[in-house]
C-alpha cells in the first residue's frame, strides 16, 4: 500500500471486494481463535464469519482497520461541515429564550409561576412558612394531586 491515505483507502475497498476472501464458521472461529487471529495479522487479509450461511462479522488486519477508522472520521467530519454550512445559510428568525420563558410564565425552575405561587399559598396557609413569607413546598414523587374537579 502507498503512503497516500486516498490511494491507500482505494487499495482497501479493492482488497474487500476480492472475492476469495476466507470464510470461516463460527463453530471453527470458537476452536481455533488464536490460529485465525494469527493468519490475518500475518497474511494481512480479512477473514468473514459466517453463521448457518450468512455473514455475520469480520476479523481484519490493523492495518486496515486504521484506514477505515480514517475514512470514517474523514466522511463525519465533511457531514458535520455540510451541516454548519446549512445551519449558517438558514434564516435567524429565532425567539429568544428569555422572552420564551416569560411568555410561558416560567420561572428559574421551568415550573409555572402560578403552580409555585399556589403551592406556597396552600403551605402558608397550614403554617409552613419560611421567615421571609417563602413556603417550604416538599414535593412528592409519585403523589397524586389532592384536587377534585368540579363537576
Known amino acids: 500500500m502507498t503512503a497516500d491515505p486516498d490511494s491507500e483507502t482505494l487499495d482497501t475497498a479493492a482488497a474487500m471486494n476480492r472475492s476469495h476472501h476466507h470464510k470461516i464458521k463460527t463453530t471453527d472461529v470458537r476452536n481455533n481463535f488464536g490460529a485465525i487471529v494469527d ?75 402560578h403552580a409555585k405561587r399556589r403551592k406556597a399559598a396552600a403551605a402558608a396557609a397550614k403554617g409552613h412558612s419560611k421567615a421571609r413569607g417563602q413556603a417550604v413546598v416538599k414535593p412528592r414523587l409519585g403523589a397524586k394531586s389532592g384536587r377534585r374537579r368540579k363537576a
Open 39 to 113: 493468519q490475518v495479522a500475518i497474511a494481512k487479509e480479512p477473514v468473514l464469519l459466517t453463521r448457518r450461511g450468512r455473514y455475520l462479522a469480520a476479523i481484519i488486519p490493523m492495518e486496515e482497520f486504521r484506514i477505515l477508522e480514517r475514512v470514517i472520521q474523514k466522511a463525519e467530519d465533511e457531514m458535520d461541515l455540510e451541516f454548519a454550512r446549512r445551519y449558517k445559510e438558514e434564516p435567524k428568525d429565532w425567539i429568544p429564550y428569555e422572552r420564551i420563558r416569560k411568555e410561558l410564565g416560567l420561572d428559574e425552575d421551568d415550573r409555572p409561576v
